[in-house]
């Protein structure tokens, strides 16, 4: 399985917005995708700022470029979106999974 993770920058008050951007935009198209497994979205305060990464899962970088087109490694952020950051990372990281560990935790 493979982690795609994309940071990014927002204040405080936009990273609502930001959240509800890849929650009602970016979620229901990569549900569609044929290899796309799940995402989340971390969100750290730091000052008045809040760091963002997005980690999306999939069974393939060939799953992966369904959403991107030959350049993987390219972010893809709609003007939208970009328009709620105060920066973002033009590429992003991919991991293979070497250990999972899912245990049954109350809110999650």
Known sequence: ????????????????????HLKTKVLPILRKLHGYVTAMLLKREVAENAEIIV???????DAVRQFTGEDFEAAIVAD???AL?????LRVRHYDLALGDVASAPGI
Do not use: G, N, V
């Open 1 to 20: 399985m493979i982690a795609r993770l994309w940071s990014a920058q927002t204040t405080l008050a936009l990273a609502p917005a930001y959240a509800e």
């Open 55 to 61: 980690i999306t899962w999939w069974h393939s970088l």
């Open 80 to 82: 939208e979106a970009a």
């Open 85 to 89: 950051l105060t920066a973002f990372d």
